[in-house]
């Protein structure tokens, strides 16, 4: 399946401008536009000028403004006639505007012929660019204007292919041109005393001119500088540091951190003032995983037909399984313990941590110190202010794990994954679940046909889905709890014991001093930071849940190499976060993983691309499984084996998805994919397979009519032609 990009339909437009470039060539127009042509006409044309002012002006505006929007050679020549035939101050009027305006026809020509193929090609190599053009990219303009030695269409051929602001172009080019616009419309007011264009400018205003190009860039650092100095005054700076680095958080993103500091022998103090493994390990990622295994085997208990078992109802005691869960968390934990982290050489405070200055955090009594600061402070689940939710004992991913008796009735708010994959397992359990979402569809961030893979597959459980519904507010009587929700402008409720918030998490920014010190905080509530995750405290970073812009533990310990090691090398090294290539997987049956674009961002992005799909059902190790269901999906640029997302649901598909996300980093195509041989019978095979489905809709039909034609010869022509052929 394919989705052209609008860029294909400019080629007759292109065509077009080729053909009227080559006539004008040909017919020799451009011959005038030479300082010796000039030469020979400034008396006609200063003339003609006297003679008629308002119409001279007109036609020079005109002239210039075409030649610059189309990109034709000789805009030096003609701010030489301004000078020559107008003079200085009105050649200079005329020129700044017609150059200005010329220019930005020329920058939005090559928006609209090139942008969309370039966005296409290099779509996520562009999306590091485009937000550092967006963020610096009137500095940058500035400065190539200030410099003449720059090609003029050149500058205006590339700005146009990034997403810098038309009026921003506009204002830049026409105040950052004036210095070179005054000094060639002068030197044209001289034309007799020129001989060729390279006496214009002397090596020393070439060099004086790139000074002042230079300039802007200087003083945007200086000003930052200063800015950095200003958010520590009033703060006093240790003569000496305790550490080079204190790590508040000891969840997924702030161990990292840690290890990583004390692995090159960096003195390090980690923070934590509950559990050591944060969120993940006692409440997040961990618990659930092995709740979910437990839901599992008693939904194949279930279904036992399936593998010719007589089914049978498993026996179990909720608490036992709960009581299972902590012991998988326990199991886990040394890999996280105070003490191993002791055994790597990191100091671990025990306490509440509070920031007290730059560069000194206070735990209890003790103040320690450090050149860097590094916040892996977490998150916490989200609780809405729903009229009515005080009355009710509410469960949340924290306070779940102290659950020993099955809910009868379990409402689940929310449908993103946590919701989704806890959803599941207490239908598994037995409860009788409700699931309220307020999106059109299960797990909003995923293309429309992963979601209804698993809406499927909850029917299939017993769980009641209610898509399009708002919490209203909560009821509480003789009779129980109700929700009551709001959906195409009627009133429905639900009935429930216990209510599970599944509405996302909130990032930790709370409680420790960071608003009393002045730490920024964006427009989605985390830590501001810039692309090296520093804080507007150039010495303070952040990485894991409070930084954003993904809460995910494996982005979090990405997060953190890039923020410890920027901690540890600033002034003199720094590395910009890479969030091209970024997976997820949520653990419902099935699973559902993605990398990169799905269709519904492409498509919202104006990205091209097209679909190559593969139908698990048709794998023979799913079918020996009985685990026929679901999909591998590969987005691709189009004609190409680039790979831009790939989705997959099904059985494994976490573990599936690895292949993708290498070869997405590393740049491997899908050729290449379908050329490495996969173990039969295996899930991996789907993987293969979808790259062969990509293979057989590029196949090069002349090349196979040929072959047709060839082996029909060499059988003796018999003229069968071959179906594969045809």
């Not at 004036?178 to 001989?195: E, M």
């Not at 923070?271 to 390990?281: A, F, K």
């Not at 191993?340 to 100091?347: E, F, M, N, S, T």
Request: hydrophobic share 45%; glycine share 10%; aromatic share 10%.
């Amino acid at each position: 399946m394919t989705r052209p990009g609008s860029h294909r339909a400019k080629w007759p437009a292109v065509a077009v401008l080729l053909v009227l470039g080559a006539t004008i060539w040909q017919v020799g127009w451009l011959d005038g536009l030479t300082l010796t042509h000039l030469k020979q006409r400034q008396a006609e044309l200063t003339g003609w000028t006297h003679a008629h002012p308002l119409e001279s002006a007109v036609c020079f505006l005109a002239v210039y403004i075409a030649a610059v929007g189309a990109s034709i050679p000789g805009a030096v020549v003609l701010t030489l006639a301004g000078g020559a035939v107008f003079g200085l101050v009105e050649g200079t009027l005329l020129v700044s505007f017609a150059s200005a305006i010329g220019a930005t026809l020329a920058f939005l020509g090559s928006r609209f012929f090139f942008r969309d193929a370039l966005q296409a090609r290099y779509s996520e190599r562009l999306a590091a660019f485009d937000e550092g053009i967006e963020r610096d990219g009137a500095w940058y303009l500035f400065t190539l204007r200030l410099v003449p030695i720059v090609p003029f269409f050149l500058v205006n051929m590339i700005a146009g292919l990034t997403p810098l602001k038309v009026r921003t172009f506009y204002w830049v080019s026409q105040v950052g041109m004036l210095p070179g616009t005054i000094a060639y419309v002068f030197a044209g007011t001289q034309l007799s005393r020129i001989d060729s264009l390279s006496h214009i400018l002397s090596p020393g205003l070439i060099g004086a001119f790139a000074a002042i190009g230079v300039l802007p860039l200087a003083l945007r650092g200086v000003n930052q500088y200063f800015v950095a100095r200003r958010v520590y005054g009033g703060f006093k700076r240790p003569a000496r540091f305790d550490y080079n680095v204190i790590v508040i958080g000891a969840g997924s993103a702030g161990l990292v951190s840690a290890y990583i500091a004390a692995a090159v022998k960096a003195k390090v103090a980690l923070i934590e003032r509950d559990r050591m493994g944060g969120d993940c390990l006692n409440t997040g990622c961990v618990p659930s995983k092995a709740l979910i295994r437990t839901a599992r085997l008693i939904a194949e208990m279930r279904r036992g037909e399936r593998f010719g078992i007589d089914s049978t109802r498993a026996r179990f005691d909720f608490a036992r399984v709960m009581e299972r869960v902590q012991a998988v968390v326990r199991q886990v934990e040394p890999h996280d313990s105070a003490e191993r982290y002791a055994q790597l050489g990191v100091d671990v405070l025990q306490g509440e941590a509070r920031i007290v200055s730059p560069w000194e955090v206070a735990v209890g009594e003790r103040r320690v110190s450090a050149r860097s600061l590094i916040l892996a402070t977490g998150a916490r689940p989200l609780v809405p202010a729903i009229p009515g939710l005080d009355q009710v004992d509410c469960l949340t991913s924290d306070n779940l794990w102290e659950l020993r008796e099955l809910p009868r009735r379990l409402l689940v708010l929310g449908g993103g994954p946590i919701g989704c994959e806890l959803a599941q397992c207490f239908a598994r359990f037995g409860s009788d679940v409700t699931l309220v979402e307020m999106a059109p569809r299960l797990l909003p961030r995923e293309d429309a046909d992963a979601s209804e893979e698993i809406r499927r597959s909850f029917a299939a459980d017993g769980i009641r889905v209610a898509t399009t519904h708002k919490a209203v507010h909560i009821q509480t009587d003789a009779d129980g709890h109700r929700l009551v929700c709001e959906t195409a402008g009627s009133r429905v409720d639900f009935g429930f014991d216990r209510i599970l918030l599944a509405l996302g998490r909130k990032p930790r920014v709370e409680g420790f001093g960071l608003q009393e010190l002045g730490v920024r905080l964006s427009e989605r509530g985390t830590i501001d930071a810039d692309a090296l995750l520093r804080t507007n405290f150039p010495n303070i970073y952040v990485c894991g849940d409070a930084a954003g812009p993904y809460q995910f533990t494996h982005v979090g310990a990405h997060q953190a190499w890039y923020a410890t090691v920027n901690a540890l090398l600033a002034p003199f090294w720094s590395f910009r976060a890479d969030y091209r290539v970024i997976p997820w997987a949520t653990f419902t049956d099935p699973e559902v993983a993605r990398v990169g674009l799905s269709e519904d961002e492409a498509t919202r992005q104006k990205i091209p691309y097209e679909v190559s799909r593969f139908g698990i059902d048709d794998l023979d190790r799913a079918i020996a499984d009985s685990a026929a269901h679901g999909f591998v999906k590969v987005l691709t640029v189009p004609g190409k084996d680039r790979i831009l997302g790939a989705a997959i649901v099904g059985e494994h598909a976490g573990d599936l998805l690895a292949e993708f996300v290498l070869a997405m980093k590393h740049g491997i195509g899908l050729s290449r994919l379908l050329g490495t041989i996969h173990i039969y019978p295996t899930l991996a095979e789907a993987n293969k397979y979808v790259a062969g489905v990509w293979k057989r809709n590029h196949a090069p039909r002349r090349a196979l009519r040929a072959a047709d034609r060839f082996f029909r010869w060499r059988r003796g022509g018999d003229g069968t032609r071959s179906v594969a052929a045809v």
